[in-house]
């Protein structure tokens, strides 16, 4: 990174490297700052750049659809577990508040039962995204209310969240992949870690060290790779997401009774550590342009590496969840119903109620939503705890094929 004029966030990051005991930090610790710093991080600003207009787009901008099947999936949830009250609702990154403004608003029209006795809380820490989303949750919400004339909604830490409190369905779509990243590399058959440090003019630049912490070789034991392997090429660079392990740890003691859904793009750690991927997954987004340096545009663009799914399916087993199945995106929605909604566009009084330009809009946005080669692609994960046995034994509807 070369900047004559270095912003208020690299000088902060270049002081926290100048007091460390060798001059650097894990690039978990530098990803962690220029993503998620109180104030000057990327997600700390309410205008950070997420939809049409910002960095990146997510399956909630395509429209409603997304929450609206997302509901539907709660309502079964909630009736296989006999109706429970209250049922949490627990989503994990809330974005812009568009989901929860579409999953209550659904409910509220549809099935007015199922409403009454939700609770709905958002976890997220950065104070500009709770900023942005009470704006929009008051504005898209104005009148939907339970019978005590409340929006059912609050947010909340994990920190605040009792252990064995929750009876309902934790979820998150898009928010492990944000979540910061150790990077490892394969120097002469030893693995090693890569650190943030700065040169004589203040620049970050990475160097290469031995490990900062001894979970990062027992990760690779967790989800089965051999590292060592001869196939593996000198060189060979990835990441670990230790992060990824403890969000699962504190979301299954949270859990006492029911789900945990997890969307986000991601491999199996088969695919995830090919020697082919000998660069690893890490991509930066910056006005719909991604690339591989996150040393520009710092605290101004987001930065991701896709999801080892299989660390969260291990690292779920050991914390007492039980895994109900693993899809694609594409897959679960149309199982959901999807299907039918691109067919009821061209067959029902809501295609013909709208204009032509309209319904190929709608029609386009539903086909993203499966394209499995973008957002359709994207896994979905289904973990639950504390079922009892004909609750485990009723197939959630979403992780059966949809017919033909």
């Known amino acids: 990174m070369k900047s004559q004029n270095k912003n208020e966030l690299e000088t902060l990051i270049a002081n926290r490297i100048a007091q460390t005991q060798h001059q650097r930090i894990t690039f978990a610790e530098y990803m962690d700052l220029v993503l998620y710093h109180p104030q000057l991080g990327y997600y700390a600003s309410?205008?950070?750049?997420?939809?049409?207009?910002?960095?990146?787009?997510?399956?909630?901008?395509?429209?409603?659809?997304?929450?609206?099947?997302?509901?539907?999936?709660?309502?079964?949830?909630?009736?296989?577990?006999?109706?429970?009250?209250?049922f949490t609702l627990v989503e994990m990154g809330a974005g812009q508040g568009l989901v929860a403004a579409d999953v209550l608003s659904y409910l509220h029209k549809q099935y007015p039962d199922f409403f009454e006795v939700i609770e709905y809380l958002i976890v997220e820490k950065a104070a500009g995204m709770i900023s942005q989303q009470q704006q929009v949750l008051q504005r898209l919400l104005p009148n939907v209310k339970n019978q005590h004339g409340k929006l059912p909604l609050r947010w909340s830490s994990f920190e605040e969240i009792p252990e064995e409190s929750i009876i309902g369905c934790c979820f998150s779509n898009e928010l492990v992949d944000a979540l910061p990243v150790h990077q490892i590399v394969l120097n002469k058959g030893q693995l090693q870690e890569i650190y943030v440090t700065t040169d004589n003019e203040q620049d970050f630049i990475e160097v290469v060290g031995e490990l900062s912490t001894p979970q990062l070789a027992e990760y690779f034991n967790l989800v089965g790779v051999q590292l060592s392997a001869d196939v593996y090429p000198d060189g060979y660079r990835s990441e670990v997401n230790l992060a990824a392990l403890d969000w699962m740890s504190t979301v299954a003691q949270r859990l006492k009774r029911g789900y945990l859904l997890t969307i986000d793009y991601g491999y199996p750690a088969v695919r995830y550590y090919n020697p082919i991927r000998h660069q690893g997954t890490l991509q930066c987004y910056y006005r719909h342009r991604h690339h591989d340096n996150p040393y520009l545009y710092i605290?101004?663009?987001?930065?991701?590496?896709?999801?080892?799914?299989?660390?969260?399916?291990?690292?779920?087993?050991?914390?007492?969840?039980?895994?109900?199945?693993?899809?694609?995106?594409?897959?679960?929605?149309?199982?959901?119903?999807?299907?039918?909604?691109?067919?009821?566009?061209s067959t029902t009084s809501e295609g013909k109620n709208q204009g032509i330009q309209a319904v190929l809009q709608r029609r386009e946005a539903l086909h993203k939503m499966i394209d499995p080669m973008g957002l359709g692609g994207f896994g979905v994960l289904v973990q639950s705890k504390g079922l009892l046995a004909e609750?485990?034994?009723?197939?959630?509807?979403?992780?059966?094929?949809?017919a033909m």
Request: charged content about 15%.
């Open 46 to 86: 309410s205008t950070n750049n997420i939809g049409a207009q910002g960095d990146f787009i997510t399956s909630p901008h395509l429209g409603a659809d997304f929450g609206e099947l997302l509901a539907e999936q709660f309502v079964e949830m909630w009736k296989i577990l006999n109706r429970p009250t209250p």
């Open 299 to 345: 605290g101004q663009q987001d930065i991701t590496a896709h999801v080892d799914f299989t660390a969260l399916e291990c690292q779920g087993e050991l914390c007492g969840l039980q895994q109900l199945g693993f899809t694609k995106q594409g897959l679960f929605f149309m199982a959901l119903g999807l299907g039918n909604r691109i067919a009821n566009l």
């Open 391 to 402: 609750e485990s034994a009723q197939s959630l509807k979403s992780l059966r094929l949809p």
